[in-house]
């Protein structure tokens, strides 16, 4: 099957009142966790790549290892997405390689650190949603700032700093036309997210939910939302690791917003800490070890662990089939003579 439009998987999401895990890559084992999770619960997924991941592998390494996952589930419906672009640059080299989604993050400046102006932000989206759209791409766009740093992008601190506001959030739809909205909550990417089990001091739930009360049609993205298992840090400090105590975001949370207009989770911190576990495993107890299949195939294994759970808690496991998937050309059409709404649907206060 070729790339799926991010949109529709979203639009089928909407419709089935799940959401779909968007699992970050930077080489060949963590695409085939991914797909061996998918094909085990049967969900359709999202490959993500930040820019540091499409440096890391090369970007035509890592698209035809893409291109490879598709020909070999033909029947599992993929979309391929720019994670964090910061420019209108980035989100255009993305779409010529053949991603069929890309985020701009216009919350940031070009250079991923420094917040920009809501008018930046809002200029940079709609630039990138009209390129985008005429090519049958999908856009996600954010409003508010992340916290924490991830592949030297973010604007740091705690993630309170910059909470979305359920106003802007819906002007910032509105004039941008974007397919998906990432907002922020309290999330931070990374490991170091909470320093205790987070409660609505910390994790503003009641800001996810004002905001789809207000766009009841969007579909929201959170961002952050690995849940940083305990499980996963103990075996990696079992085995000679150093991560000091930490906690991320309850899945009872994740599935909270999937309930209030979430389509699209966004986990990786999860599947390093169990890929890292996994390795150090090996390494510790076997020191005499030196193939790098005696680490690499067990923490393909401990993803593809993490990454089919996590399928089955959003609620995609078993959606794999449940649609065909329309061509870009076909999604492009629809952006232009308006059967794919671009202007949200706003809900009075
Ligand atoms: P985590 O660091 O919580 O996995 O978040 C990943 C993410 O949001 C990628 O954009």
């Not at 419709?15 to 085939?32: H, R, S």
């Not at 989604?101 to 949603?129: I, R, Y």
């Not at 759970?309 to 003579?337: C, L, N, V, W």
Request: aromatic share 6%; net charge negative; hydrophobic share 40%.
């Amino acid at each position: 099957m070729p790339l799926v439009s991010m949109r529709q998987l979203l639009d089928e999401a909407a419709k089935g009142g799940y959401g779909v895990g968007a699992f970050n890559v930077n080489d060949m084992e963590q695409i085939q966790a991914i797909m061996g999770a998918a094909q085990e619960t049967n969900s359709p997924v999202i490959i993500q790549a930040s820019r540091g991941a499409r440096a890391f592998a090369q970007d035509r390494y890592l698209f035809h290892l893409i291109l490879a996952a598709s020909e070999l589930y033909p029947d599992i419906p993929i979309a391929m997405h720019q994670d964090h672009g910061n420019s209108f640059e980035t989100c255009k080299s993305a779409i010529e390689l053949g991603y069929t989604s890309v985020m701009m993050d216009g919350s940031l400046k070009e250079d991923g650190k420094t917040p920009s102006s809501f008018e930046e932000n809002v200029a940079v989206t709609k630039q990138v949603v009209d390129y985008a759209h005429e090519r049958g791409v999908t856009v996600e766009g954010e409003i508010g700032v992340l916290g924490g740093v991830e592949d030297g992008h973010g604007a740091g601190g705690s993630g309170l700093e910059h909470i979305t506001d359920p106003d802007q959030a819906v002007e910032f739809a509105e004039r941008t036309g974007v397919d998906a909205l990432a907002i922020a909550i309290g999330t931070s990417h990374g490991a170091y997210k909470f320093t205790k089990r987070p409660d609505g001091s910390v994790l503003k739930m009641d800001v996810l939910i004002a905001i789809h009360k207000r766009l009841p049609s969007t579909h929201l993205v959170m961002h952050g939302s690995s849940s940083v298992p305990k499980d996963l840090q103990d075996i990696v400090n079992e085995y000679g690791g150093k991560l000091k105590e930490t906690w991320g975001v309850p899945v009872e949370e994740i599935q909270l917003g999937i309930r209030n207009g979430v389509r699209k989770v966004n986990v990786d911190t999860d599947n390093r800490l169990a890929i890292t576990g996994a390795i150090r495993k090996v390494l510790w107890t076997q020191p005499e070890k030196f193939d790098p299949r005696d680490y690499m195939k067990p923490a393909r294994e401990a993803m593809q662990k993490v990454v089919s759970q996590r399928m089955t808690q959003f609620g995609q496991a078993g959606h794999a089939h449940d649609y065909s998937p329309i061509s870009i050309e076909t999604i492009a059409k629809g952006y232009k003579d308006g059967s794919l709404a671009t202007r949200p649907l706003v809900a009075a206060k």
